[in-house]
């Protein structure tokens, strides 16, 4: 279908992200890794490989779901833009021609060979409670449950995000507790994924259910394992909306990416420089919306023009050239042979602050320099 997505993205009269800065921040508490993870996995806020190299990411959306048969090609194209993640639209099959779980190992396969980390979302659950036609998380854990068996053991390679923009503006305050059912089936049925779950209102979170209750959400994980993903788009036209809410979760310690975002929306003018700024000052990551197959009025997200690679649309001049952007942030995967290199250049130190005993953000390892996780020099 030529609608890559269905974006009836609304600002609420009422209620505004930005003021819910001192609720985030009061429910909030501190949270670490209940378990020993497998693979990509979160420790203290942060996103970690398997190895405990910090991972930020940086990538563009596909719909591969809408255009199967483009996404070989995409994906090598993406990484040759240098992205080091994708996120991979799928059909859970309530709204559109289910992926099956044939398509889903060889998209891992495809990622694996592009080097490229691979999220992976259910796509069906947009907008449900506003949406007639959408699939709930409950149907969407059945989704994952029933491809088990290709994702298993690619833990170092897949993050699960559960479901796109799981509810719209009507009856979202069923988020929280949906949310935390569907992680508890997902770890009931032995995922060890990493998870990642996006926020309601159409993804954008203006009434702030996600950040008021994520915590909540992320101690109900047995794993201490979910990353939340915002998606901003014209709820976040300041970069004080930018700030405030990705801050938010920084300071509690929470795992937090820019799971899409664009430089244009029919719901407002989205500020993208503050979106990709604040981003990389924090070291968290991100994912532009979308490689291309746009459509019902929304074609300049797409970041290539016909799927040429060669054919930059404005937005794809930004989101990869520009400030900030893809070509000069992104870092590969260290599970790829990534160098594990901070972005000023100097590696990161494996034995984290134990190599720091001065808490200048400087350690020593190897008879070289190096840069601790979390350090001045690394911010």
């Known amino acids: 279908m ?3 997505v269905p974006k009836i993205l609304r600002r609420a009269a009422t209620a505004t992200t930005t003021g819910m800065a001192g609720l985030a921040i009061a429910v909030f508490g501190l949270s670490g890794t209940a378990h020993a993870a497998t693979g990509i996995h979160v420790s203290n806020g942060r ?6 190299n910090d991972f930020v990411m940086r990538g563009i959306n596909h719909a591969h779901a809408w255009y199967p048969g483009r996404t070989g090609s995409s994906l090598a194209a993406i990484k040759a833009k240098g992205a080091n993640t994708v996120r991979v639209v799928l059909s859970s099959g309530q709204r559109w021609t289910r992926t099956s779980a044939s398509e889903v190992s060889s998209i891992i396969s495809q990622c694996k060979s592009n080097r490229l980390i691979c999220v992976l ?3 069906d659950t947009t907008g449900y409670g506003e949406d007639g036609g959408a699939a709930t998380l409950s149907q969407a ?10 994702l298993v053991g690619q833990e170092n390679y897949v993050v699960i995000n559960i479901g796109n923009e799981p509810y719209g503006n009507t ?3 069923q988020w929280t507790s949906a949310t935390q059912q569907a992680i508890a089936r997902m770890r009931s049925a032995g995922f060890q994924h990493a998870l990642m779950v996006d926020a309601p209102n159409w993804g954008q979170d203006w009434s702030g259910t996600m950040r008021a209750n994520a915590s909540a959400v992320f101690n109900a994980d047995p794993a201490r394992n979910t990353i939340f993903s915002i998606h901003m788009y014209g709820v ?3 970069a004080a909306e930018v700030r405030s809410y990705l801050n938010a979760f920084v300071n509690a310690r929470l795992p937090i990416v820019v799971g899409e975002f664009g430089n244009n929306h029919s719901d407002g003018n989205p500020d993208e420089d503050a979106i990709m700024a604040t981003s ?3 070291r968290l990551g991100y994912l532009g919306w979308s490689w291309s197959g746009n459509g019902g009025g929304v074609e300049y997200l797409d970041v290539v023009s016909g799927f040429n690679p060669n054919q930059l649309t404005a937005w794809g001049q930004r989101l990869i050239h520009g400030s900030n952007g893809i070509a000069a942030t992104s870092r590969q995967a260290t599970v790829y042979g990534g160098s594990g290199t901070a972005p000023n250049g100097y590696p990161y130190c494996q034995n984290g602050s134990a190599t720091d005993p001065d808490g200048d953000g400087w350690g020593w390892e190897n008879s070289r320099s190096c840069v601790v996780r979390s350090g001045p020099a690394d911010r």
């Open 141 to 150: 854990v059945d989704y994952w449950t029933g491809i088990k068996s290709v």
């Open 121 to 123: 979302e259910a796509h």
């Open 236 to 238: 976040y036209d300041t």
């Open 47 to 52: 996103i970690l490989e398997s190895n405990g």
């Open 2 to 4: 030529t609608l890559s």
């Open 171 to 173: 009856n979202y305050t």
């Open 280 to 282: 990389q000052s924090l």
